[in-house]
C-alpha cells in the first residue's frame, strides 16, 4: 500500500479534509491566524472547479457560504475571534434556516484585537451562546494536524447529516503547527452527502419530517423546488409564522435534532482514565499538555488521567459525569480565565473536587503547571 | 393582465400581503414580475434574495426560489448563489436603509465585482417596519421619529453610488411612471452585469405622516411633481434642482462580468493543467 505521508500545517490539513468531504465553495475575510485557510483555498478551489471568493468583510464571508449551501455545495467560511464575533448573526440565520455550513474558527487571544498571532481558547463559550436566542450547536475541538484533517471531514458530515451549521473550533497551536500526517485514501473516511427530496416530489415542504425524525430533507435552489428560507419563524412550508405553538414546535425540533442523536454526535478521547483518582480536561492545543502532564504525574506514582472532548459541544455530560463519580478531581486546563471549566462545574456538581488552571496571556498551559496544579488540587 | 400576472407568479395563498394599505411596494413586486414575464424566464430559475424590512418581505409573495435573509446582507448571500449557481437569475430586493446604510458595503462591492445581480431598490425614504426612523436617503430637514427637529444629514443617491462603484446598469424611476419603471427593470435584468433600479416609492404610514404628506394619493403626486427626467435636469440650475429628483437611465455600459470571469480562470486552469 502506497502510504501518504506529508508535513502539513493545522489550516492546510482542515482546507485538505475540507476538499475531502466535497467543499466546492469558501467565502471568506483574510484576519490571523486563520489566513492561509483562504490562501490555500484560493489556490485549490479553482483547480477543481470549485468557487472561492474573497469577501468585503467578514459577515458577507458567511453569508456567501449560505447562499452557495442553498444551491447544494458544500460551502465552508473560516475566521478567528473578531472576524467569529462579527459572524454571529448570521450562525443563527445558518441554524434557524437549517442550512449545512462550516464555519472554522482558529482562535486567538482577546478581547477584542487582543493578541493576533498568540493562540487562546476564549471563544469556547462564543461559539455556545455568540448568537441570539436559543438554537443547538455543533462545535469541533482537534488536538492535532492529522485531527484538523479528520474533524473537517466530520464537521461537513454532521452539518449535512444534521442541516445545521457547525463549528470547527480550532486554535492557533492546531491552525500553525506543522506535523507529520499520513493523508487519508479517498475512501477511507466515511463523508456524507445531505439527504435531498427524490427530483420532481410534489408537495415538497422544505421543514416537514416525519413522525419521529428530526431532519427535513433539504432541496436545492435551481433544482425544480421552489421554496421560501426565511430567518423568522416559520412553519413546515417555510413560510413566517409567528404562532407560539408554531414556535415552540420548531425550536424543539431544532435542539431534538441535536439532543436526540448525541450518540451519533458525541466524541472524545480518554488517556489512562480506568483507574484515575485524578481526571485533567483539556481541549484543542492545550490537551497535548495534558497529556504530557498525565504522564509525568504517573511516573511519579500519581494515578492521573487525560479526558479531552473532541466535541465540545454539546458536551459529553454522561462521560464526564461518570469520571466525576470515579475520581476524586477534576482539572479543567484552558486557555481562558475560565469558560469551559463552567460546563464542567454544572455536570460534575458535588461529585468531586474541581480545579482549574487557566491563562490568557498568549502563552500557552505548560505541562509541568498542569502537573504541579494537580498535585495542589489532590 | 395583471390578475394574470398574479396566478402565475404570485403565492395568491400568501395573501393578503402585509403592506399597509396606500404602500406603494406593491407597485414595485409586480413592475418585477411583469419585467420577468416578458423575459421568459422560467420560475425555477429565478432566485429572489431580500434583506431585512418592508420591501425585503416581497419575496415570500413571489413564487420563485425565495431567500429572506439578515439586515443588509441580501446582495452578499445573493453574491454566494450567483457564483456558485450562474445559471439562476438572481434578483435583489432592498429597501433603502437596508441597501444603503447596514448593507452599504456589499453594495458597492457587488457593484464593484460587477457579478450578474438584479438589485431592485424599494426607496420608500424611511425605515417603515421598524415605525419611521430617518434612513440615509431621508430628505435634509425632513422629519423621522429619530429626527424629531428635522434630519440633518445630507442623503445619499443610491443609484448613483452604485454606477459610480461599478455597476453596468443603474436607473431610477417610480411608482407613478410604471412603464417607465417596468422598463428599467427588464433593462436591468437583461443586463449581464449588476444593475441596480432605484424604484421611488411611498410610505404613507410612517414618511407621509410625519412629514405632512396627506394620504396616497397626495404623495404620488407628490412624487410625480418632484421628478425631473435627467435629460431635462441637465438644463436645470442646482436651485431650480432643490426638492427635486431626477429619473431616467443613469448609466448602461459594457464590462467584464465576475462568474463569467470566474468561469474563464476555472478554464484557463483546466488549459495549463492539460498542456
Ligand atoms: S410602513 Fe410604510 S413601507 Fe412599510 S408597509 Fe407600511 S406603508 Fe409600506
Redesign the pocket.
Known amino acids: 500500500m502506497k502510504s501518504n505521508f506529508k508535513l502539513m500545517q493545522g489550516n492546510e490539513a482542515c482546507v485538505e479534509g475540507a476538499l475531502y468531504a466535497g467543499m466546492r465553495f469558501y467565502s471568506g475575510y483574510p484576519i490571523t491566524p486563520s489566513t492561509e485557510l483562504m490562501e490555500i483555498s484560493a489556490v485549490k478551489l479553482p483547480l477543481l472547479g470549485g468557487k472561492f471568493l474573497q469577501m468585503e468583510d467578514e459577515i458577507a464571508g458567511i453569508a456567501a457560504a449560505i447562499g452557495a449551501s442553498l444551491t447544494g455545495f458544500k460551502a465552508m467560511t473560516g475566521t478567528s475571534g473578531p472576524g467569529f464575533s462579527l459572524k454571529q448573526e448570521n450562525i443563527g440565520y445558518a441554524a434557524i434556516t437549517e442550512v449545512p455550513l462550516v464555519i472554522v474558527n482558529i482562535q486567538r487571544g482577546g478581547p477584542s484585537t487582543g493578541l493576533p498571532t498568540s493562540p487562546a481558547q476564549g471563544d469556547v463559550m462564543q461559539a455556545k451562546w455568540g448568537t441570539h436566542g436559543d438554537h443547538p450547536v455543533i462545535a469541533l475541538c482537534p488536538s492535532s494536524v492529522r485531527e484538523m484533517f479528520e474533524l473537517t471531514v466530520r464537521a461537513f458530515n454532521l452539518a449535512e447529516k444534521y442541516r445545521t451549521p457547525v463549528i470547527l473550533l480550532a486554535d492557533e497551536i492546531v491552525g500553525h503547527m506543522r506535523e507529520k500526517i499520513v493523508v487519508p485514501e479517498a475512501g477511507e473516511l466515511e463523508v456524507i452527502n445531505r439527504n435531498e427530496p427524490a427530483p420532481r416530489q410534489s408537495n415538497y415542504l422544505p421543514y416537514s419530517v416525519a413522525d419521529g425524525a428530526y431532519v427535513p430533507e433539504i432541496a436545492s435552489f435551481g433544482t425544480g423546488y421552489r421554496f421560501h428560507v426565511t430567518g423568522l419563524m416559520h412553519d413546515e412550508t417555510g413560510f413566517p409564522s409567528n404562532s407560539s405553538e408554531n414556535a415552540e414546535k420548531l425550536l424543539d425540533r431544532l435542539m431534538n435534532k441535536i439532543k436526540m442523536n448525541e450518540d451519533d454526535i458525541l466524541d472524545f478521547e480518554e488517556y489512562m482514565t480506568e483507574d484515575a483518582e485524578i481526571v485533567i480536561l483539556g481541549y484543542g492545543g492545550t490537551a497535548r499538555s495534558v497529556k504530557s502532564a498525565v504522564k509525568t504525574l504517573r511516573k511519579e506514582g500519581i494515578k492521573a488521567g487525560m479526558f479531552r472532548p473532541k466535541t465540545i459541544w454539546p458536551s459529553p455530560e454522561k462521560r464526564i459525569k461518570e469520571l466525576s463519580e470515579q475520581a476524586k478531581a477534576i482539572i479543567v486546563a484552558e486557555l481562558n480565565l475560565g469558560q469551559y471549566v463552567l460546563e464542567v462545574e454544572r455536570i460534575v456538581k458535588d461529585s468531586c473536587k474541581l480545579g482549574f488552571i487557566g491563562k490568557a496571556n498568549g502563552e500557552v498551559l505548560m505541562p509541568d503547571e498542569i502537573a504541579a496544579k494537580a498535585k495542589e488540587v489532590l | 393582465m395583471a390578475s394574470a400576472l398574479i396566478e402565475k407568479y404570485m403565492r395568491t395563498d400568501k395573501f393578503p400581503h402585509m ?2 394599505p ?2 406603494g ?1 406593491g407597485i414595485i413586486m409586480r413592475s418585477i414580475v411583469d419585467a420577468i414575464d416578458r423575459l421568459g424566464w422560467e420560475k425555477d430559475n429565478v432566485c429572489v434574495v431580500s434583506g431585512i424590512g ?1 420591501s425585503s418581505r416581497a419575496p415570500g409573495y413571489m413564487d420563485f426560489n425565495t431567500l429572506h435573509t439578515t439586515h443588509g446582507r441580501a446582495l452578499a448571500f445573493a453574491t454566494g448563489i450567483k457564483l456558485a449557481n450562474p445559471d439562476l437569475h438572481v434578483v435583489v430586493v432592498s429597501g433603502d436603509g437596508d441597501s444603503s446604510a447596514i448593507g452599504g458595503n456589499h453594495l458597492i462591492h457587488a457593484a464593484r465585482r460587477n457579478i450578474d445581480i438584479t438589485t431592485i431598490v424599494f426607496n ?1 425614504n424611511i425605515y ?2 421598524t415605525g419611521g426612523q430617518y434612513s440615509p436617503t431621508t430628505p435634509t430637514n425632513y422629519f423621522g421619529s429619530t429626527a424629531p427637529y428635522g434630519n440633518i444629514d445630507r442623503c445619499f443617491d443610491i443609484a448613483e453610488l452604485a454606477g459610480a462603484a461599478g455597476a453596468t446598469y443603474t436607473a431610477r424611476s417610480t411608482i407613478y411612471h410604471v412603464p417607465q419603471m417596468t422598463n428599467y427593470i427588464e433593462k436591468a435584468l437583461r443586463k449581464k452585469g449588476f444593475s441596480l433600479v432605484e424604484a421611488i416609492s411611498i ?4 414618511f407621509g405622516r410625519r412629514n405632512k404628506l396627506g394620504d396616497a394619493v397626495d404623495m404620488i403626486k407628490w412624487i410625480r411633481d418632484s421628478a425631473v427626467p435627467v435629460s431635462k435636469a441637465s438644463t436645470m440650475s442646482s436651485d431650480e434642482m432643490v426638492g427635486k429628483f431626477t429619473i431616467g437611465e443613469l448609466k448602461n455600459t459594457e464590462a467584464p462580468e465576475y462568474t463569467q470571469q470566474y468561469d474563464r480562470l476555472i478554464e484557463r486552469l483546466r488549459e495549463e493543467d492539460d498542456a
Open positions: 403592506w399597509c396606500g404602500c411596494h418592508c420608500n417603515g417596519m410610505c404613507p404610514t410612517s
